[in-house]
């Protein structure tokens, strides 16, 4: 079955960065594009980023753009999302998904 | 980009009463393919989203058929025929046709009265 497993959060200081990761398995990851979702607590649902099925094109959100990069490795069925310059508005579960499938989510809290 | 508003916020239904979340978009949902990207989907309480609807009227696979999806350009909506237990958490719909960025509506939360 599709599984898609984040792992990678934890807490941060403003200013810093993370690198979260994403594996998937049950299906053939090279076949799809890939995004991340986040939810701030009690929040709803934010469109982050996508990537293509090969990692050619990419897409953010205008609130991560130029500090975020989404990335992938097709030989590791692993979807990566660096983030740079983290503030607390980027605290947040962030979820790896194919929109019809969706990870358990991993929290970052950028806290001093 | 497209802004996704839905209604109500805030739903209680009694058990067995039918329910329905009305989800409009700042611009036409039609893409030029002749789809309409806009799904719906359920994040319960402790849960990660779990897509119910795609392109406006199909249930994914294990998806009850006591949820359905309508509409068309600018104006969508959900019904479910005979609300269970199970059901309750807040639903979400999506566009994926004006992207980037894909846009979620605020939500909508469903409890038990």
């Known amino acids: 079955q599709v599984q898609l497993v984040e792992s990678g959060g934890g807490v941060v200081q403003p200013g810093r960065s993370l690198r979260l990761s994403c594996v998937a398995s049950?299906?053939?990851?090279?076949?799809?594009?890939m995004h991340w979702v986040r939810q701030a607590p009690g929040k709803g649902l934010e469109w982050v980023a996508v990537?293509?099925?090969?990692?050619?094109?990419?897409n953010y959100a205008d609130s991560v753009k130029g500090r975020f990069t989404v990335s992938r490795d097709n030989s590791k069925n692993t979807l990566y999302l660096q983030m740079n310059s983290l503030s607390a508005e980027d605290t947040a579960f962030y979820y790896c998904?194919?929109?019809?499938?969706w990870g358990r989510g991993t929290l970052v809290t950028v806290s001093s | 980009d497209v802004v996704m508003t839905q209604s109500p916020l805030s739903l209680p239904v009694t058990l067995g009463q039918p329910a329905s979340i009305s989800c409009r978009s700042s611009?036409?949902?039609?893409?030029?393919?002749?789809?309409?990207?806009l799904d719906w989907l359920l994040q319960r309480p402790g849960q990660s989203p779990r897509r119910l609807i795609y392109?406006?009227?199909n249930r994914d696979s294990g998806v009850p058929d006591r949820f359905s999806g309508s509409g068309s350009g600018t104006d969508f909506t959900l019904k479910i025929s005979r609300v269970e237990a199970e059901d309750v958490g807040v639903y979400y719909c999506?566009?994926?046709?004006?992207?980037?960025?894909?846009?979620f509506g605020q939500g909508t939360k469903l409890e038990i009265k």
């Open positions: 611009q036409s949902l039609l893409h030029s393919d002749g789809n309409t990207y």
């Open positions: 998904t194919r929109i019809d499938y």
């Open positions: 990537i293509s099925w090969d990692g050619t094109n990419k």
């Open positions: 999506l566009q994926g046709t004006h992207w980037p960025p894909y846009t």
């Open positions: 049950g299906f053939s990851f090279t076949t799809y594009g």
């Open positions: 392109k406006v009227s």
